[in-house]
């Protein structure tokens, strides 16, 4: 599960030039992924956005990871970065 207040708080934390490394050690024991936001299919709705990427939330309660929208099942974030290429 992913919590609202952890959510907000790594939202906070990601700036344009976010680094994974950095934001794993700021939030130690959460799976987090960085990307560009391009590289995240137009159909999957982001669950938060900035000015400086959007989010979903990592899915693993079925034999696949996905991208999912249901913070109960997220077991981690992913952080789609926007105007990265």
Known sequence: MISA???ERVAAAVTPAADEDDLRR?????RITVCSDDDIPARVPAVSETAAARFYYIDADEHCVKLG????????IVVGLIGED
Do not use: H, I, K, Y
């Open 5 to 7: 207040e952890l959510l």
């Open 26 to 30: 700021r939030f130690p024991g959460v």
């Open 69 to 76: 929208t249901d913070a109960e099942s997220a077991r981690g």
